[in-house]
């Protein structure tokens, strides 16, 4: 079975431009999570999707992320436009809807955004 | 406010040498949850475990062992006998009651090299 995937691995834009994120979690998993890792700091929650609805994005940081998940499969977090504080790690992360309640989240790799 | 704090940023050992992760959390609710995750070179944080406010039992897992002492508010993680395999980031993680299913709390992460 195919883990959560997250593309790409490596996104390097200068300020003011635009990058997209994707993530696939894993198959049948209705919840998808993204959080975000500033260098140096601790792993933020951004949101939490139930499918195609937003739960909870409370820790989206500004009007500048957009996060979709058109259909309740794959899931886009867009940056526009980018800013140098916006450099970081962003995960993704999915769970059936028991194991959300218990906190296993199946993590992806991450996406490494560098802002110049 | 609700807070995790691994004070350790670093730590190395030899293999074969036990090593305790401290994890100290602050939170004003009386339900809550705690977590350990790893994060392995591959970079997608793996989930270890998952205790509730309500069980200060302590856990062994193989190597892996935890201690929940609410009186001290600390989760700590300790491995015996380490193994190469070990090394890793370790992130400790906390929910409160109210928090929404995936939005954790995460500690700053504890880099564990384990040198042969």
């Known amino acids: 079975e195919a883990g959560v995937t997250q593309f790409p691995s490596h996104s390097v834009i200068e300020k003011g431009q635009t990058v997209t994120l994707r993530c696939d979690p894993i198959?049948?998993?209705?919840?998808l999570y993204w959080y975000r890792r500033v260098m140096g700091k601790e792993i933020k929650f951004l949101l939490h999707?139930?499918?195609?609805?937003?739960?909870?994005e409370s820790g989206m940081p500004n009007n500048r992320f957009l996060a979709e998940r058109t259909g309740g499969t794959y899931s886009t977090l867009k940056v526009q436009p980018a800013e140098l504080e916006d450099s970081g790690v962003y995960f993704c992360?999915?769970?059936?809807?028991?194991?959300?309640?218990?906190?296993?989240?199946?993590f992806g790799e991450g996406s490494r955004l560098t802002v110049l | 406010a609700q807070k995790v704090t691994q004070a350790q940023t670093e730590i190395s050992v030899v293999e074969k040498e036990d090593v305790t992760l401290d994890c100290v959390y602050e939170?004003?609710?009386?339900?809550?949850?705690l977590f350990w995750y790893k994060q392995p070179p591959s970079g997608e944080l793996v989930f270890l475990i998952r205790r509730n406010s309500f069980d200060e039992q302590n856990e062994i897992s193989g190597r892996y062992s935890w201690n929940f002492q609410k009186s001290t508010s600390s989760f700590n993680f300790t491995i015996t006998a380490s193994q190469v395999v070990d090394s890793a980031v370790y992130f400790c993680?906390?929910?409160?009651?109210?928090?929404?299913?995936?939005?954790?709390?995460f500690g700053k992460g504890t880099k564990l090299s384990v040198k042969p």
């Open positions: 939170t004003r609710d009386t339900t809550y949850y």
């Open positions: 992360a999915s769970s059936q809807v028991g194991g959300a309640i218990i906190g296993e989240l199946f």
């Open positions: 198959s049948g998993h209705d919840n």
């Open positions: 993680a906390l929910r409160g009651y109210g928090g929404s299913q995936g939005n954790l709390i």
């Open positions: 999707f139930v499918k195609e609805s937003k739960q909870d």
